[in-house]
RNA sequence: GCGGAAUUGGUGAAGGGGUUAACACGGUGGAUUGUGGUUCCAUUAUGCAUCGGUUCGAAUCCGAUAUUCCGCCCCA
């Protein structure tokens, strides 16, 4: 039998309703910091991602879905998201209007990686960024946004971890303690970490195998390198989330995979038993100097993803998922054949009144329609017959309450804005 | 990219070489040709991830492949 391709996986059913909802509740959410939609292509030029993600990456080194078109140009299915925005904001010149801009978007991303649970190849974010601040009141703001997002969810053991990277002189110098300090102890550390040495010290301090050596302990550390500017920057960051009430805790060890970050980074996670690095619910930053390195003015930038795939475990695991599909306000069918086309018409009109119609389309026994109501969970049915049809009286039965009611076609719009609205106030 | 475990219907699953693949839920039809949700009856995998091999005989043993899950790496 055919199947979906490794790592991917169908939305269909609730996960479906899941997904639009948390759409919705973003969508709703985002709206009160006035940021604007975005929806950009799925696949961009590689350059892109080599020039926004960064070459060294992993992401870009070894992640990514890379294709020549029949043009022959080098194509990239998208890894992450920021790249593409930020592509879309230089070449609209969206720099050129009032800003900061504010964006965010929801859809797929695409890594070559081993899938796990919470792990997919063609996975969902929900992200946010935006252009054209320096100031750390930004920064706050972005991570409120998350911390908010998650708790109207009803998410319970929400955490924020942040750091700072620093600026770029800032991150240089500590860049170099990092590799003078470990330098004499590299027949020491593990393979993975003597790679880490070359590529990017700073992920050697949250290795898990090298984690008890002592020498470890006294690595030097980031505030320690801190110029005045990213340190300033640093504690106003902390002091607007003390004042929204945010909980967070400065974890040095977050370091981010992504190479564009530049002073705060940081990540929502989820304190979930056996989920592992997939506690990882979300995690952002900001990017100094992005859009100028793919070719922008330079403009600052802070932003975020949050992981559709993992929230949506998380809200399972916390039994926060209980959505079900709307009920159908009434079913509709006919005592035999010959009332097709007055059902048609019946419920294209009530349809057009913004009713949620389904019918009988088979001509099936009674038993078997009212079986069908209630797995539908209509509100009412209508039968109709030879009787109803000549007189224009119908019968109307509420599907709940087991009531049966006459009511004359033309009042029956009115009848059943009456009647649902008591269904709503259950 | 490396290491390990798993895979039986629409779903949850039992069976670990001997011929009708248990049980439960769900689906469909009926008992009940203008009134259902209970109950009862019937039906629902010539099929056990795929392809090969061993065997008189394979869901069961062996091999390869695919997928899923777990750990590492990395990330959301």
Known sequence: MLQKPKGTYDIYGKRSLMMNYLKEVFSNLIDKYN??????????????????????????SKETYDFK??????????????????????????????LPLK?????????????????????????FECFGTYDPMMDAETISIVYNFFNLLGLKGVKVNINTLGDKESREMYHKALMDYFKPYLNELCDDCNRRFEKNP?????????????????????????????????????????????????????????????????????????FGSQNVLAGGGRYNNLVENI??????????AIGVERLLLAL??????????????VYIFGASENEKEYIMKLANDLRGNGFKIDVDYESKSFKNNFKRAD???????????????????????????????????DELIKFLDEKLGDFDED
């Open 202 to 274: 700073l992920r050697i301090l949250d290795c898990k195998v090298d984690a008890d050596n002592d020498f470890m302990k006294c690595a030097p550390r980031m505030t320690d390198y801190l110029n005045e500017v990213s340190r300033e920057h640093f504690s106003l960051v902390k002091n607007y989330l003390d004042a929204m009430n945010i909980d967070y805790e400065v974890n040095s060890n977050i370091v981010r995979g992504l190479d564009y970050y530049t002073h705060t980074v940081f990540e929502v996670v989820a304190d979930i038993k056996d």
């Open 69 to 98: 078109d029949r043009g022959d140009r080098n194509m990239t299915l998208r890894p992450e998201g920021t790249a593409g925005i930020v592509r879309s904001f230089i070449e609209n010149k969206l720099y050129a209007e009032s």
């Open 295 to 304: 070719g922008g003015p330079s403009v600052p930038g802070v932003g975020f």
């Open 375 to 409: 797995k539908l969970n209509s509100r009412f049915v209508i039968i109709i017959g030879e009787e109803e049809v000549k007189t224009k009286i119908l019968t109307v039965k509420n599907n709940k309450t087991k009531e049966e009611y006459k009511v004359n076609i």
């Open 316 to 329: 399972e695991y916390e039994g926060l998922d209980n959505i079900e599909f709307n009920p159908v306000d």
């Open 103 to 127: 964006a965010w978007y929801m859809g797929p991303m695409f890594r070559y990686e081993r899938p796990q649970a919470g792990r997919y190849r063609e996975f969902y974010q929900i992200g």
């Open 35 to 60: 940021a604007s939609y975005f929806e950009t292509p799925m696949f961009e030029s590689s350059e892109l991602f080599h020039r926004g993600v960064g070459e060294t990456t992993d992401i870009v």
